[in-house]
């Protein structure tokens, strides 16, 4: 028998970490190849992994709800080896030879140890399986138990004495500039030959933030961590408003008849179980205006010093789920011809969102998105652009309001458009021009048919 560890794979997104959410399996348990033993959640979406191993499970290295690097081992499985000979084929006498190396070459012992403790070789895995040895003969002897884990070395303390001194290591001109500049070199970390303190580490302790005191507890506050897909976002609305020079675009519209329209669709048999709401049109408003304006379908290519105009428009949605707001996106949106089409797309892209079963395909590659916030009661916003897009429309909420019909005050369904582009990409003229005919489809849905 032998011992193998399982380490947090990679599992197709580039990511450095996860969030152990939850076991599958317990110690004692026994697991096949390719048997479900854990979910993750990245940054991006709730990934199930599979166990690489056949055998029985050891332990459980990292406790659910813990956050811990990729190469991490979470997982130990007891699995037959080599080592041990299928008894029913075993030859007679064969296991005493084994166990004594009589047939064995002069040197073959040498050898074999050799590569036990030879480092593996690593390969390249399938999602959801951890690097593996590479495969070659193998010893016939028992290998020796694995030794325990290193406990990890603290980090070094931030002092440069010398042995049995109190007298940090350093030159008289290094001495003369922490003294101007007021730093107590026994408080530098020393990086010179034999703990030396250098210019240079003097200049880093300057430049270094002055640590700060942590935030008082007060009573009744609850700290939540800042991990999964609240930190992701986080890191990319950060990373898009400091890069992407954001302009935002506001135009009111009348959509009266759109909302007759859509009460219409509801009635409609071949919508029957779709969502069929001001999205429906609103995303079908954006393809079409996106046809006519390809400028906005586009990103910015720094390194190439290009912009980018996208042949495919792969529309996000921004929808809020119990883990944060994602943003999955329909693949092809322009392809699809049908308002029925469209709605069973933008339907199961939602659910599929909620449910936690996004995959990271379907999170990414967005080329332009939309943010429906008229859903929790709000009139309109300022959205952040998601990072590589050149444009985001905002729909507020739709509510009647007191509008000049036909030259009289009248009650009409009025909604919020907002729409907010990169200025690298986007000029304002152009984006004005986007905006208005997105406008225009929901003013007259009839347009869906005369622009299509």
């Known amino acids: 028998m032998g011992v193998q560890e399982f380490r947090l794979p990679d599992v197709g997104e580039g990511l450095t970490e996860a969030e152990i959410v939850a076991w599958h399996v317990a110690p004692g348990d026994t697991v096949k190849v390719n048997d479900p033993i854990v979910d993750i959640e990245t940054a991006k979406s709730v990934v199930e992994l599979p166990c690489p191993f056949a055998g029985v499970v050891e332990r459980l290295l990292v406790d659910a709800g813990a956050t811990v690097p990729v190469g991490t081992p979470i997982i130990t499985v007891t699995v037959a080896t080599d080592d041990e000979p299928d008894r029913d084929h075993a030859r007679p006498g064969g296991a005493d030879q084994e166990e004594r190396g009589d047939h064995a070459p002069p040197g073959r012992a040498d050898q074999d140890v050799a590569r036990d403790h030879a480092p593996p070789a690593r390969q390249e895995v399938l999602v959801g399986y951890g690097p593996r040895s590479g495969v070659g003969l193998r010893s016939r002897r028992r290998a020796p138990a694995p030794a325990p884990r290193p406990e990890p070395a603290a980090p070094p303390a931030r002092r440069s004495e010398q042995p049995g001194s109190s007298r940090p290591l350093a030159t008289p001109p290094v001495r003369k500039l922490a003294k101007d500049r007021g730093i107590d070199l026994r408080e530098v970390t020393p990086t010179g030959a034999g703990g030396v303190v250098t210019r240079a580490d003097v200049e880093a302790f300057t430049?270094?933030?002055?640590?700060?005191?942590?935030?008082?507890?007060?009573?009744?506050?609850?700290?939540?961590?800042?991990?999964?897909?609240?930190?992701?976002?986080?890191?990319?609305?950060?990373?898009?408003?400091?890069?992407?020079?954001?302009?935002?675009?506001?135009?009111?519209?009348?959509?009266?008849?759109?909302?007759?329209?859509?009460?219409?669709?509801?009635?409609?048999?071949?919508?029957?179980?779709?969502?069929?709401?001001?999205?429906?049109?609103?995303?079908?408003?954006?393809?079409?205006?996106?046809?006519?304006?390809?400028?906005?379908?586009?990103?910015?290519?720094?390194?190439?010093?290009?912009?980018?105009?996208?042949?495919?428009?792969?529309?996000?949605?921004?929808?809020?789920?119990?883990?944060?707001?994602?943003?999955?996106?329909?693949?092809?949106?322009?392809?699809?011809?049908?308002?029925?089409?469209?709605?069973?797309?933008?339907?199961?892209?939602?659910?599929?969102?909620?449910?936690?079963?996004?995959?990271?395909?379907?999170?990414?590659?967005?080329?332009?998105?939309?943010?429906?916030?008229?859903?929790?009661?709000?009139?309109?916003?300022?959205?952040?652009?998601?990072?590589?897009?050149?444009?985001?429309?905002?729909?507020?909420?739709?509510?009647?309001?007191?509008?000049?019909?036909?030259?009289?005050?009248?009650?009409?369904?009025?909604?919020?458009?907002?729409?907010?582009?990169?200025?690298?990409?986007?000029?304002?003229?152009?984006?004005?021009?986007?905006?208005?005919?997105?406008?225009?489809?929901?003013?007259?849905?009839?347009?869906?048919?005369?622009?299509?």
Request: aromatic share 4%; no cysteine; proline share 6%.
């Open 207 to 452: 430049a270094a933030p002055e640590p700060q005191a942590p935030a008082a507890r007060e009573a009744g506050d609850t700290r939540i961590p800042v991990k999964g897909v609240r930190k992701a976002t986080a890191e990319a609305m950060v990373a898009s408003a400091f890069t992407a020079p954001h302009v935002t675009l506001w135009l009111t519209v009348d959509v009266t008849r759109s909302v007759k329209l859509l009460r219409r669709l509801k009635a409609d048999p071949e919508l029957t179980g779709l969502s069929v709401s001001p999205l429906l049109l609103a995303s079908r408003a954006v393809v079409l205006a996106l046809r006519r304006h390809p400028y906005l379908n586009a990103r910015w290519d720094g390194d190439a010093g290009e912009i980018v105009q996208l042949g495919a428009v792969h529309l996000g949605i921004a929808v809020a789920t119990s883990r944060g707001l994602l943003v999955p996106s329909l693949k092809d949106a322009d392809r699809l011809t049908s308002l029925v089409d469209l709605a069973r797309g933008l339907t199961g892209l939602a659910a599929t969102a909620r449910e936690g079963r996004a995959t990271p395909r379907d999170l990414s590659g967005g080329t332009f998105t939309i943010t429906n916030v008229g859903v929790f009661g709000v009139d309109g916003g300022t959205p952040i652009l998601n990072p590589g897009e050149a444009g985001i429309l905002g729909l507020g909420q739709v509510r009647q309001r007191p509008w000049v019909h036909r030259g009289e005050v009248r009650p009409r369904w009025v909604t919020e458009l907002t729409l907010s582009i990169d200025h690298r990409v986007v000029d304002g003229e152009q984006g004005g021009r986007f905006l208005a005919d997105v406008g225009a489809v929901l003013e007259r849905p009839e347009r869906l048919l005369t622009w299509g």
